[in-house]
């Protein structure tokens, strides 16, 4: 399997996403899920209609990727889940990539140096950063920062000038950045399913394989419910 290699791709880190279908780093074909419903009403129905778009059996897929966070949890679980799902029931490969560095890599010339972000929700948001390595390859580019939680308002501050940013908050959040940050265009600030594929191919040619059973979204924080939990435990343990 190298360049001919069938690629499934999903992306459905926010409410909504997208998959795609790829022959080695050649992208086939595209579809966004449905706008307005969660992921996991969507998600299996887009892949079908995705496969009948190239002419695939499921079973021809001999790679699944998808991202795998941070990002939304709903969002996170349903694609981690149905790409383990398809690639034990087809024995494809399965590999996760990172969300920012989705982001990331979709930042066109010539930025060369971006802060990759997306919503953590609570007035936070994911951060990391990012350094193309050749600028004569699109995807070429390695985490310089790795993901973390900030305080999205005292972030965006503290921005150092001229610093290239992107990602889906931005929306939100434009209006906020000081005057010399260079933000990328609303085009290229979602993570897409073409570009985890294209990521996907090239993880797969320098060997990186992921172990179907013990891959999990990467949430980088506990759910709501899991710190409810650990602050009644926490605060059960104190009482005398």
């Not at 997208?18 to 996991?40: E, H, K, M, P, Y």
């Not at 941070?70 to 969300?99: C, E, H, M, N």
Request: glycine share 8%.
């Amino acid at each position: 399997m190298t360049a001919e290699l069938r690629i499934l791709a999903l992306e459905t880190t926010g409410l909504s996403g997208t998959v795609a279908a790829l022959v080695g780093d050649r992208v086939l074909t595209t579809l966004d899920l449905a706008a307005g419903r969660r992921s996991a009403q969507s998600l299996v129905p887009g892949i079908a209609e995705l496969c009948r778009d190239v002419g695939w059996q499921i079973a021809d897929v001999q790679l699944v990727a998808v991202t795998a966070g941070p990002g939304s949890f709903t969002g996170l679980r349903v694609g981690v889940t149905t790409a383990k799902t398809l690639a034990y029931a087809t024995g494809a490969v399965v590999l996760a990539v990172d969300t920012l560095a989705v982001i990331a890599a979709q930042a066109p010339p010539p930025i060369v140096d971006v802060w990759a972000t997306f919503d953590a929700q609570r007035g936070e948001l994911f951060v990391a950063r990012s350094e193309r390595r050749d600028p004569n390859d699109p995807l070429a580019w390695e985490t310089t920062a790795q993901a973390r939680i900030v305080d999205a308002a005292t972030w965006f501050a503290g921005l150092a000038p001229a610093a290239a940013v992107t990602g889906p908050p931005l929306a939100r959040w434009q209006d906020s950045l000081p005057a010399e940050t260079t933000i990328v265009a609303e085009e290229f600030r979602h993570p897409h399913a073409a570009t985890v594929g294209r990521l996907a191919w090239r993880m797969h040619q320098a060997g990186v394989r992921h172990d179907l059973w013990t891959l999990t979204p990467n949430y980088l924080r506990a759910s709501a419910a899991e710190e409810k939990l650990i602050a009644n435990k926490t605060q059960a343990g104190g009482k005398s």
